[in-house]
């Protein structure tokens, strides 16, 4: 039986929004060197795809999240999922920056989020997970109760399951590492040897040189 996450990591892999490259690797906005590129934006471009994703985030958050009264997403990758997904709910939408606009109102959050109010947050991709949780920092500043967080894909590394575990927030996902990593050697996409590069890659991906 095909699980959500093989389901997802097949069609990410289809369209390229995930690439491995075990002997080329990319090196991320970070500096580190890494085989494994994800970018779930691409999605927005199938719209067979972009409803997929909407309808099965949407459907994690109903079944977690119940009683959410807002959903938030994260600028500027979950932006476009988060609406989807308040949409299909019904409930406001807001979205977080980085850091405050340096301009006009300065605001880190984007909408309209009164105190007390239960907020989901939708992301696009987990790596250590400090962006993510700076969102939930600043929904939390603001007298919101932040009910977890649903996210298209986590590299599932220790240092962001560390981090959502001491900022208690529970994280769901549509797919994850071992997912796309089973489902591209499946497919020929990687040949089954190279999965222990990619493995060695996880463990410790500040500081690995392929």
């Not at 939390?140 to 996210?151: D, I, P, S, T």
Request: proline share 5%.
């Amino acid at each position: 039986m095909e699980t959500l996450e093989k389901i997802f990591a097949a069609k990410l892999l289809k369209v390229k929004a995930i690439k491995l490259q075990p002997t080329n690797p990319f090196t991320w906005a970070s500096g580190w060197k890494s085989p494994f590129y994800c970018d779930n934006r691409k999605t927005l471009s199938y719209p067979d795809l972009r409803s997929f994703v909407k309808i099965e985030i949407s459907r994690l958050v109903a079944e977690n999240f119940a009683d959410a009264d807002a959903v938030a997403g994260v600028a500027t990758g979950a932006i476009p999922q988060g609406a989807l997904v308040a949409d299909a709910l019904n409930l406001p939408f807001v979205y977080v920056r980085s850091k405050p606009k340096d301009h006009g109102l300065e605001n880190l959050i984007e909408g309209e989020l009164r105190p007390g109010m239960k907020v989901v947050v939708i992301e696009d991709l987990i790596s250590t997970g400090g962006s993510s949780l700076k969102a939930v920092e600043a929904i939390r500043k603001n007298g919101c109760e932040v009910l977890g967080m649903v996210a298209a894909y986590t590299y599932g590394f220790d240092v962001a399951r560390k981090a959502f575990e001491e900022a208690n927030v529970q994280l769901i996902t549509l797919t994850n590492y071992e997912a796309v990593v089973s489902e591209a050697v499946r497919i020929g996409y990687i040949k089954p040897e190279e999965v222990d590069l990619l493995n060695d890659w996880r463990k410790d991906p500040a500081n690995w040189n392929g």
